[in-house]
T-cell receptor, first 112, second 111 residues
């Protein structure tokens, strides 16, 4: 039982490049989330998916898109990376959107 | 006013000491409260929920004061392994997507 897994662990991009961050959970959770964590800031919600087939914007959605591919997987896409998107990205899941969230190990992204 | 405020620390305490962290929140409609722990370069993990009557889990005690919009975490008999950043987290509405995270308080327990 791996919990929440994220790939890649590290990534360096140039401004304007695109990439997709992958997240998968094996806990049969319904709800999944993407956060970013910046130095001196609390975690901020980018997008969430309350259940398979639905996605909604969080606090800081600009510059990102998401796909809830199936119940297990929730990906985050940066279409045209900007230096302001340099951050640590965490994926999380919960049984429903009323339960405790479990976090993945994070992806450290640098945009040059 | 920031939604969830914490003293960033760092708090440097000797092993065996008692240390307390405080957190204030601005939204009086907040419904649920939590403390998460985050080790350096790791993901946050739930430490404990905070209940209105106060609750204890081993060496950890959490308190909530709704009137003052204030949450606290007390750690007794600090261990080296308690060194981490402690995040105060508030749920504004019913859904988990409505979690608001504080910036965290860093604790270093010194031998």
């Amino acid at each position: 039982n791996a919990g929440v897994t994220q790939t890649p662990k590290f990534q360096v991009l140039k401004t304007g490049q695109s990439m997709t961050l992958q997240c998968a959970q094996d806990m049969n959770h319904n709800s999944m989330y993407w956060y970013r964590q910046d130095p001196g800031m609390g975690l901020r919600l980018i997008y969430y998916s309350a259940s398979e087939g639905t996605t909604d914007k969080g606090e800081v959605p600009n510059g990102y898109n998401v796909s809830r591919l199936n119940k297990r997987e929730f990906s985050l896409r940066l279409e045209s990376a900007a230096p302001s998107q340099t951050s640590v990205y965490f994926c999380a899941s919960s049984e429903t959107d009323y339960n405790e969230q479990f976090f993945g190990p994070g992806t450290r992204l640098t945009v040059l | 006013r920031k939604e969830v405020e914490q003293d960033p620390g760092p708090f440097n305490v000797p092993e065996g000491a008692t240390v307390a962290f405080n957190c204030t929140y601005s939204n009086s409609a907040s419904q649920s409260f939590f403390w998460y722990r985050q080790d350096c370069r790791k993901e946050p993990k739930l430490l404990m929920s905070v209940y209105s009557s106060g609750n204890e889990d081993g060496r950890f005690t959490a308190q909530l004061n709704r009137a003052s919009q204030y949450i606290s975490l007390l750690i007794r008999d600090s261990k080296l392994s308690d060194s981490a950043t402690y995040l105060c987290v508030v749920k504004v509405g019913a859904g988990s997507y409505q979690l608001t995270f504080g910036k965290g308080t860093k604790l270093s327990v010194i031998p």
